[in-house]
Nanobody, 125 residues
Framework: QLVESGGGLVQAGGSLRLSCAAS????????IGWFRQAPGKGREGLSC????????TYADSVKGRFTISIDNAKNTAYLQMNSLKPEETAVYYC????????????????????WGQGTQVTVSS
């Protein structure tokens, strides 16, 4: 129901824009979030946004470099990632939840309603 795209290989310092398209439900009244999981590590919340009022929250690790946005007309969310670092190589996931963005950013995996299948981002040094 959530499908990510836009991942790939990029050099350190480069940029990528990830997309997350929803099917079978609309973003109305959902918070949409982006998370990542590197090999051997837990899932990390990056940014979450309310589709209804635009409230946004970011993890300190990506603040100022990543930007989340939602196009409600297209039922699609985006994550613009700039100044990427090799240690940010991971599988990136989008998710949808009815909780507020600040809560969603730190929620457990099974507390979030919908997850995409993930898209691989590899940052080379």
């Amino acid at each position: 129901q959530l499908v990510e795209s836009g991942g790939g290989l990029v050099q350190a310092g480069g940029s990528l824009r990830l997309s997350c398209a929803a099917s079978e439900f609309t973003f109305d009244d959902y918070s949409i979030g982006w998370f990542r999981q590197a090999p051997g590590k837990g899932r990390e919340g990056l940014s979450c946004m309310s589709s209804s009022d635009g409230t946004t929250t970011y993890a300190d690790s990506v603040k100022g470099r990543f930007t989340i946005s939602i196009d409600n007309a297209k039922n699609t969310a985006y994550l613009q990632m700039n100044s990427l670092k090799p240690e940010e190589t991971a599988v990136y996931y989008c998710a949808a939840s009815h909780v507020a963005p600040g809560t969603m950013l730190h929620s457990a995996i099974d507390a979030i309603g919908y997850w995409g299948q993930g898209t691989q981002v590899t940052v080379s040094s």
